[in-house]
């Protein structure tokens, strides 16, 4: 019979006794609520962390020297011959050139320098390797970036922000080429100078400028002053610092690869390079840490928890299913009248069977419906909480996290579907005995 | 009128329930009855003589113990629920004492039922059905749910849906059982007016005497046996 027909009457029927309607697909409603809250949770969390790693860098394996965990000999301070240097690093990567990277960036020191007026300009000044740009992800709008030879000839350039070229010369036309001198205020070369040509433009955007803004009382006047980042190569620093690459210690190194490598592949690089350097040595070992390993066990222990309430749901749902049944029994019961009726009418057993196999998918649909809006409102609300806390509790990485409130659409569909299956399932048997009903019963039925 | 071959022959047509048991109970026994197109008859008889059991044989709700029921020349007893159904949907129009309209949806919808179920479009039966609820009357009520009509109103509602699919043979079970004299009156007389006007064939249960003389042929029925029959000139 006519589909349409069904499901109007699917819910006119829900809507006559709308407390039993309720209370029926409360089972179902708690059971979706709970996957879809889990999930819209999970689903935020992953995608969370995934925009923050995107928003630092490209991912990359943090190498750094480590106690090696079921070490349980005589400890000992790392062994200076051991400390992680950056001529290792420079060998490392001299021995895959084509599939590793290493990106560096170090302070060199706040400088200062002035402009034709005499006004001081501040700035903080960075040495930092060729892909630094690529790595935190901003584009040049003018100039070229810091290249391989600029860093292996340590060249005097240097990369600076649009807003700083509007501070020195008052416009960002025709500055490159131009050669300015800093002078150290603060860090290792204190009082030094340097003078750097400027190759390149980056643009500082406002949320840049918000967070490099410091208050300076000039002239008695309370200004606001952004102090910009200014780049040079990181060969440059050392040689301004009298540093060799042998006598630079590094705390950790970032390795990445290019599209020729993979991580693994990368790994095992790593690994075989120190192994020879750490050969004898116990207790310490290189280390290598992977973002994304840490993002991939978040992950891990959210299916974990996702599969667990899954297992509730599906439990509850069957609860929620016997329930749907039973109700459906009662209804059948209480229409063999209106049965019987039809069927003097007309109707084939396979209309009054999937008039009531409709009804109980609608009414399953129904309470998984809700449960879905109910479990997003709740993931919504969780994940709200989330950043309050994050952003009062932890405000100092709140900067770098942006939380992503993302409910999982497969869940939400996948949810949706088991409701209609249940319904499917736990309204057929009661529909086929309304189907099968002889017509003359029902009619005389009181 | 013109007479031609019997809409309805039954022969030998028994109904027993609890066969074989030791309560076995015969309600019907041994019932011959030929009824044609365009005949207006009435069934009379005490409470529990079995003309309801008769008249649910007739309409396909229910099957003969033994007998043998043709209808329109096709014996009966080798359909299926289906080939009933569909005959009961095309052939067959009911009209019960207790309205039996489906609850919660409107006059309307009730009368759309029995084209829903044959198939017809929505558009046509809306339309068909419009037409019925005019016939009968209830033109200004038709968006009334059966438990805001009265019961001479929902007889009458009740009527237009047995038309819907014109069926040859309108089955009446007591229809003015449960209404007064008056609504009851005003329900007869739309029966005459199916029957002069469009030549249905009606078979019509009744208690009342007068309703029964008023029909051309009147079966008395008495213990499950036909013991008078007004075409035969009475008792037989
Ligand atoms: N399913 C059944 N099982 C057993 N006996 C039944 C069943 N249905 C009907 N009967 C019996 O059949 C007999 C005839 O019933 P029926 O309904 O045909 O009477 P009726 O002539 O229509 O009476 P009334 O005028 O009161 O409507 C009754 O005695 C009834 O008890
Ligand atoms: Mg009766």
């Not at chain 1, 390795?255 to 592949?265: F, H, R, Y």
């Not at chain 1, 974990?304 to 509730?312: L, N």
């Not at chain 1, 009414?363 to 709200?384: A, D, F, Q, R």
Request: some cysteine; hydrophobic content about 40%.
């Amino acid at each position: 019979m006519n589909f349409v027909e069904s499901i109007k009457m699917a819910f006119t029927s829900l809507t006559i006794n709308k407390m039993r309607s309720f209370l029926t697909m409360l089972g179902i409603i708690i059971g979706i609520s709970a996957v879809i809250t889990i999930t819209t949770i999970g689903n935020s969390i992953s995608s969370t962390l995934q925009n923050t790693f995107s928003e630092i860098g490209s991912v990359k394996l943090s190498i750094y020297p480590d106690v090696h965990r079921d070490y349980s000999g005589e400890w000992h301070d790392l062994p200076s011959n051991l400390e992680l240097t950056l001529s290792q690093v420079q060998e490392l990567i001299n021995l895959h050139p084509d599939e590793l990277t290493y990106s560096c960036s170090d302070v060199y020191g706040r400088v200062e320098t002035a402009n034709v007026n005499g006004d001081p300009i501040q700035a903080s000044m960075y040495g930092v390797s060729d892909d630094f740009m690529d790595s935190i992800k901003k584009q040049l709008t003018t100039g070229r970036v810091i290249t391989k030879k600029d860093l292996a000839n340590a060249k005097n350039t240097c990369l600076v922000s649009d807003y700083f070229c509007e501070q020195y010369f008052g416009t960002t036309e025709n500055v490159i080429g131009k050669t300015i001198k800093f002078n150290t205020l603060k860090g290792l070369n204190k009082g030094c100078n340097i003078s750097l040509t400027i190759v390149g433009i980056f643009e500082l955007t406002e949320l840049d400028k918000n967070d490099l803004s410091i208050n300076k009382v000039h002239n008695d006047q309370e200004k606001m002053q952004v102090v910009t980042y200014i780049f040079f190569p990181y060969n440059t620093m050392l040689k301004e610092e009298g540093l060799t690459p042998e006598e630079t210690k590094l705390p950790q190194a970032e390795i990445g690869w290019t599209a020729k490598c993979d991580k693994e592949t990368a790994k095992g690089y790593i690994n075989d390079y120190f192994e020879k350097i750490y050969k004898g040595e116990e207790q310490w070992y290189m280390s290598i840490y992977d973002e994304e390993e840490i993002v991939g066990r978040i992950n891990t222990v959210l299916n974990v928890i996702t599969i667990a309430i899954s297992v509730i749901a599906a439990i509850s749902l069957i609860v929620g299913g016997v329930g749907v049944m039973n109700i459906m029994l009662v209804s059948i019961l209480e229409r063999t009248r209106e049965i019987g009726v039809r069927k003097a009418l007309g109707a084939l057993n396979g209309d009054i069977r999937s008039q009531f196999v409709i009804e109980a998918i609608i009414i399953c649909l129904t309470g998984g419906t809700i449960g879905v809006i109910l479990g997003i409102v709740n993931g919504v609300l969780i994940s709200k909480v989330a950043s309050y806390l994050l952003n009062t509790l932890a405000s100092e990485f709140a900067e770098y996290i942006t939380l992503t409130v993302q409910p999982s659409v497969p869940a939400i569909l996948i949810s949706l579907g088991f409701s209609m299956l249940t319904g499917l399932i736990f309204g057929y048997y009661p529909a086929k005995r309304a189907g099968n009903m002889d017509p003359i019963d029902a009619l005389r039925y009181e | 009128m013109k007479r031609s071959e019997p809409v309805i022959h039954m022969q030998s047509v028994t109904k027993k329930y609890y066969v074989g048991e030791p309560n076995e109970l015969q309600i019907l026994f041994d019932i011959g009855l030929d009824i044609c197109e365009g005949e207006f008859v009435s069934i009379v008889g005490a409470s529990g003589s079995g003309k309801s059991t008769l008249m649910n044989i007739i309409g396909l709700l229910d099957r003969p113990t033994e007998g043998e029921y043709l209808l329109n020349g096709t014996t009966t007893r080798v359909m299926d629920d289906k080939a009933l159904s569909r005959i009961r949907n095309k052939e067959i129009g009911f009209v019960f004492q207790n309205f039996n309209l489906i609850p919660k949806i409107s006059a309307l919808k009730n009368v759309e039922m029995p084209m829903m179920y044959a198939g017809v479009s929505q558009k046509k039966r809306t339309q068909r059905a419009m037409e019925l609820i005019e016939l009968v009357g209830m033109g200004d009520r038709y968006t009334h749910d059966p438990a805001r009509l009265s019961g001479g109103q929902k007889q009458r509602v009740a009527i237009a849906r047995a038309m819907a699919n014109d069926p040859s043979i309108i089955l009446a079970d007591e229809p003015t059982g449960a209404l007064d004299t008056k609504t009851g009156r005003m329900v007869m007389d739309l029966f005459h007016e199916l029957h002069d006007k469009q030549g249905k064939t009606i078979v019509l249960i009744t208690h009342s005497p007068e309703l029964a003389a008023e029909t051309e042929r009147m079966l008395t029925i008495s213990d499950g046996r036909i013991i008078a029959d007004s075409a035969k000139g009475g008792a037989l």
